[in-house]
């Protein structure tokens, strides 16, 4: 098997899977309340017909750090020229060529506070790379576009910033702390309405075998207590 097919495979075992079964797949592992990121990192915007602002995949890592330079006083064309400048030589993070298919972009923000890490166009381009969506303890902006555009996103803050002036990359693809979480590159990250949850890929198999014999029993109890109320099953009874 490839990695990409293996890759694949994993995803696979874990579509539809809530973030509670998967904490419990955690326990079973012997890993409980291990990977499960601050409840104050929530869903920008909540699908209750579809769940489409779910997300499941691989986690790749991006940190920044409060840059100690400051920025001249410009001219509006010499002011453009500087962000573009910035953006490609101290916070060019996450490289849309380095992007594989279900990464999940995790980026850690410090404690740094006015920065929009996560906006309308990056997240556009994240996804059209093949990115599942993207968590970050720090702050995104846009969202309103981000919410119509429909891109599952996950964070601790609204902010308004852009990167130039504020923040210098500190690192990719390495381990970082998000949400009191430890996220290690290649981690799997699976993200709800109740949150987001990091399973050591070492036991992402066994966590996900044991998130579905959950999810499934509680399917079958709810689809007769539908039944007894009458309501009509619903995609997350069957």
């Known amino acids: 098997m490839t990695d990409e097919s293996k890759r694949l495979a994993i995803v696979a075992m874990y579509a539809g899977l809530r973030v509670t079964d998967v904490c419990d797949g955690m326990d079973a592992a012997g890993l409980q309340d291990v990977g499960l990121m601050a409840a104050d990192i929530r869903p920008l915007w909540r699908d ?29 064309d010499e002011f453009e020229t500087w962000r573009n400048e910035w953006y490609e030589k101290l916070a060019d993070a996450p490289r849309k060529s380095e992007i594989r298919p279900y990464d999940v972009i995790v980026i850690d923000g410090g ?6 890490f996560i906006g309308s166009h990056n ?26 555009q429909k891109v599952p996103v996950y964070s601790r803050y609204i902010r308004h910033g852009i990167r130039p002036g504020r923040v210098e990359l500190g690192g990719i693809n390495e381990r970082i702390n998000c949400g009191g979480a430890m996220v290690r590159p290649g981690d799997f990250i699976a993200a709800d309405g109740d949150g987001v949850v990091v399973v050591p890929i070492e036991v992402a198999e066994k966590v996900a075998g044991f998130a579905r014999r959950t ?24």
């Not at 059209?128 to 309103?144: L, P, Y």
């Not at 999810?215 to 069957?238: A, E, I, N």
């Open 48 to 76: 209750v017909e579809g769940f489409a602002h779910r997300i499941y995949g691989f986690a790749h890592t991006v940190r920044f750090l409060p840059t100690n330079r400051r920025a001249p006083s410009m001219t509006v």
């Open 215 to 238: 999810q499934d029993g509680d399917k079958t109890v709810r689809r007769s207590l539908y039944d007894k109320l009458g309501l009509p099953h619903d995609f997350t009874v069957r």
């Open 123 to 148: 997240t556009l381009d994240w996804i059209d790379a093949g990115a599942a969506g993207a968590v970050t303890n720090g702050g995104c902006r846009d969202t309103d576009e981000i919410i119509r």
């Open 111 to 116: 404690e740094i506070p006015d920065c929009g």
